[in-house]
């Protein structure tokens, strides 16, 4: 069974930075595009961040320039480095990432850690 466990998330400060991760875990047979997504009551879960197996990768208007995704084949894991945070990146952040365990491709999701960005 696969599992992609999050970690990194917090409270800080707008300005300061947090960097999350994600690793999965189980019958893995072939990881392709992962990413990070974030939802708050008042929204629907957004896209934040992708990156593909070869490393291409694509943000959110709102986060270009501040955040990095980045990704470990050989950990799979992937990560997500934020930086200058403000008050509207608060949510819960979510890991996703299509893996192979068998014949075929799934898409799987993480448990979701809370970002809060509040003086």
């Known amino acids: 069974q696969v599992q992609l466990v999050e970690s990194g998330g917090g409270l800080v400060q707008p300005g300061q930075s947090l960097r999350l991760s994600c690793a999965a875990s189980?019958?893995?047979?072939?990881?392709?595009?992962m990413g990070w997504y974030r939802q708050t009551p008042e929204k629907q879960r957004e896209l934040v961040a992708t990156i593909t197996v070869n490393g291409i990768t694509n943000y959110a208007d709102s986060v270009k320039g501040r955040f990095t995704i980045s990704r470990d084949n050989a950990k799979n894991t992937v990560y997500l480095q934020m930086n200058s945070l403000e008050p509207d990146d608060t949510a819960v952040y979510y890991c996703?990432?299509?893996?192979?365990?068998?014949?075929?491709?799934?898409?799987?999701w993480g448990q979701g850690t809370q970002v809060t960005v509040s003086s």
């Open positions: 189980g019958r893995i047979f072939a990881i392709n595009a």
């Open positions: 996703n990432a299509f893996i192979r365990s068998s014949v075929i491709t799934q898409n799987y």
